[in-house]
């Protein structure tokens, strides 16, 4: 069937493995290690590489599991497909319900943060004033498909890889007008047995997770992807790879510039004390409004895959197929979807306070990233007895661990966190109550119940 006769409710398939990874890494952002190294590096007792690289290990564990199940599974939906088809469908619902809280509060947070940012810089202009402009410019940026997205997201990506190179330049520089070539190299900042100590580098490890939330994101985008039966599982695990040595670059030069980490007097911008102290004010300047740009380009990849999960759950009929199910003929986009989530970031970005955001974002991720490796064991190896030789690795093995460190980090969420976030999965689950008269029907089988009179 051509894409022109393609029936309304399908994607056109126009992404790359190029597009993929482009697109995770724009999500993540090459400075996406600028907000929380400071917490890390003093979380960890001063091993944020080290802490980085254990991060790396566990995601990629999940990274593995996503791209075994976009294998089984290519279509939109992400989270919410793999576990409705491979645990069942109760449960899918309860982890679309959970990532749609980690879907909206991805462009919601970054949405957040650049007005803030931007009221502050230019304070004459009042932060709503900011927000409303950020999220209609986001929105209609989407609206008009992946291709435009894609290419606005090649000129953010540009800019933050200008700064982050120029970064560790400075950084450089600075390390040897102070003490010479041989400065460069501290064997101490990866590790110092004086400070060492696995619980302190096991918490920074789960802090320094946050560079990774939203790398699921392209596994959502099957149903776009030209081969995604191939593409969305390399695609996911050199996302990581990538993500982990920019971010490892990142700490180990922001080390070597200010080793003490016990004197910094605000861990969450000394990024940017750092950035001031290599390369002066003009440096500080710079990374202050890449910083604004990579929470932009954030909520612009975020919102477009917050819409494909809403386009799945809509097709499944467990929230209105007239509204989440639509496809804007001439753009090939969930416009009703993308429409819903712009006035989500809109109206949250007016009413939640920026703390409160940053504490839910892990809650909903990790509870999604728990059950697709579950998932994968369920399907691949309980279904399809893939247990000969190395083939129980990434059955059962791999997923396990993963799904292991993920609940570590979930059940160590703060209590506003936790309370927060379960109080949304009762919400879902009085909600799924309805919709299936008392759990007396699968939500599978209630499309014209979701059609009719819940719609």
């Not at 279509?75 to 919410?80: H, P, R, V």
Request: aromatic share 12%; with cysteine; glycine share 8%.
């Amino acid at each position: 069937m051509s894409q022109a006769n393609a029936p309304p409710h399908e994607l056109k398939r126009i992404l790359t493995r190029r597009d993929l990874i482009l697109y995770g890494l724009v999500l993540l952002g090459p400075t996406a290690a600028y907000p929380v190294y400071g917490i890390v590096q003093q979380t960890s007792h001063g091993h944020a590489v080290l802490a980085y690289l254990v991060a790396m290990t566990a995601m990629l564990f999940t990274a593995a599991s996503y791209g075994k199940m976009s294998s089984a599974y290519p279509s939109a939906g992400s989270t919410y497909t793999y576990t409705n088809r491979a645990l069942n469908t109760q449960v899918g619902f309860l982890a679309g319900w959970a990532m749609l809280l980690d879907y909206f509060l991805i462009p919601l947070l970054s949405v957040v943060y650049a007005a803030l940012t931007a009221n502050r810089t230019v304070p004459q202009v009042p932060y709503a004033a900011w927000a409303i402009l950020f999220t209609v410019a986001i929105t209609l940026i989407n609206v008009r498909g992946l291709r435009v997205t894609a290419r606005a997201g090649n000129v953010m990506m540009a800019l933050m890889c200008a700064c982050a190179v120029l970064f560790v330049f400075l950084a450089a520089w600075h390390t040897i007008s102070q003490h010479g070539w041989a400065g460069l190299v501290q064997f101490r900042n990866v590790y110092n047995p004086a400070e060492f100590a696995v619980k302190p580098l096991v918490l920074g490890a789960a802090i320094a997770s946050l560079s990774y939330i939203g790398f699921d994101a392209i596994s959502a985008l099957a149903e776009d992807t030209i081969r995604p039966e191939r593409d969305i599982s390399i695609a996911t695990i050199l996302v990581c790879v990538v993500q982990t040595l920019l971010c490892v670059l990142t700490v180990y030069m922001a080390a070597l510039v200010w080793p003490d980490f016990q004197s910094y007097k605000d861990p969450e911008t000394v990024i940017l004390d750092i950035g001031a102290l290599a390369g002066g004010p003009w440096m500080l300047g710079f990374m202050t409004f890449i910083l604004l740009v990579a929470a932009l380009a954030s909520a612009l990849t975020g919102q477009a895959g917050a819409s494909r999960l809403l386009l799945g759950m809509g097709r499944d009929g467990v929230i209105s197929p007239r509204i989440f199910a639509h496809i804007d003929p001439r753009y090939s986009t969930p416009v009703r979807g993308i429409y819903f989530m712009g006035a989500v970031s809109l109206l949250g970005s007016l009413v939640l306070r920026f703390q409160l955001v940053v504490e839910l974002l892990n809650f909903g991720a990790f509870a999604g990233f728990i059950l697709v490796n579950l998932s994968v064991i369920r399907h691949f190896y309980l279904r399809q007895h893939q247990r000969a030789g190395l083939a129980v690795l990434g059955s059962l093995v791999f997923p396990l661990l993963g799904a292991g460190f993920c609940t570590y980090i979930w059940l160590n969420l703060s209590a506003k966190a936790q309370l927060a976030g379960f109080g949304w999965l009762g919400c879902g689950l009085i909600y799924l109550a309805i919709l299936t008269r008392g759990f007396r029907l699968t939500p599978r089988s209630m499309d014209s119940l979701a059609a009719g009179d819940l719609s």
